[in-house]
């Protein structure tokens, strides 16, 4: 079983929609939960960052920590064509490093 | 606040040619830094990592190397590239190791 499971997608929503991402994990000492988006060509942008379980929001987007079932989402409310970008979540143990990641999900909004 | 840049954004090397890629992290001091690769559809590979200036851990056994010669500065390098080196490399950093990484935008390197 690999550490971090991710649905590589494509996933293709109409504007307005909102969307669900979903990351299961296989490591239970898993404390700190990220969701970063990336652009084509481009770097990976941290949107999200969360320790332990619980819920956390920001503007459009929501990023919810279960622990016990080893599963974190991201959800996008009134998603937009700007939203088109491949998302990746992360996560690392307390006072260690590196970063596990998944492979991303590549999400296109249509206008 | 604190910036990352990766430069070049785009290289094209032939095979057995040296590299060198640099990274540097403004407004920040002590950073961690991180090196990782990227290939379509295998996610992101940490290949190197570093939490102060001389000190370089390495991931995975490889044909690269990083060095960290001054506090804000990662460089990734390489004697000879192979075939298998091309890919999109990604610099980022960190403020401890509980934080989270702030990426820049990559340098997409291409090997004929």
């Known amino acids: 079983q690999k550490e971090v499971e991710q649905d590589p997608g494509p996933l293709s929503v109409p504007e307005g929609a909102i969307v669900s991402l979903n990351c299961t994990y296989s490591?239970?000492?898993?404390?700190?939960f990220m969701w970063y988006r990336q652009y084509s060509r481009k770097g990976p942008e941290l949107l999200m960052y969360t320790y332990s379980s619980g819920n956390k929001e920001d503007g459009r987007f929501t990023a919810q920590v279960d622990k016990s079932s080893k599963y974190i989402s991201l959800f996008i409310r009134d998603s937009q064509p700007s939203d088109s970008a491949t998302y990746l979540c992360a996560m690392s143990v307390i006072g260690n490093t590196p970063l596990v990641f998944g492979k991303g999900t590549r999400l296109s909004v249509i206008a | 606040s604190q910036t990352i840049h990766q430069w070049p954004a785009t290289l094209v090397q032939p095979v057995g040619s040296p590299l060198s890629l640099e990274c540097t992290v403004e407004g920040t001091s002590n950073p961690n830094l991180y090196w990782y690769r990227q290939a379509a559809g295998r996610g992101l590979q940490l290949l190197f990592y570093?939490?102060?200036?001389?000190?370089i851990s390495s991931e995975v056994p490889q044909n690269l190397s990083a060095s960290r010669p001054q506090d804000r500065q990662f460089i990734l390098s390489s004697k000879k590239l192979l075939l298998s080196d091309s890919g999109f490399y990604l610099c980022?950093?960190?403020?401890?190791?509980?934080?989270?990484?702030?990426f820049g935008d990559g340098t997409r390197l291409s090997i004929l």
């Open positions: 980022a950093w960190s403020g401890n190791s509980n934080q989270p990484q702030h």
């Open positions: 490591n239970s000492a898993f404390q700190y």
């Open positions: 570093s939490v102060g200036i001389g000190q």
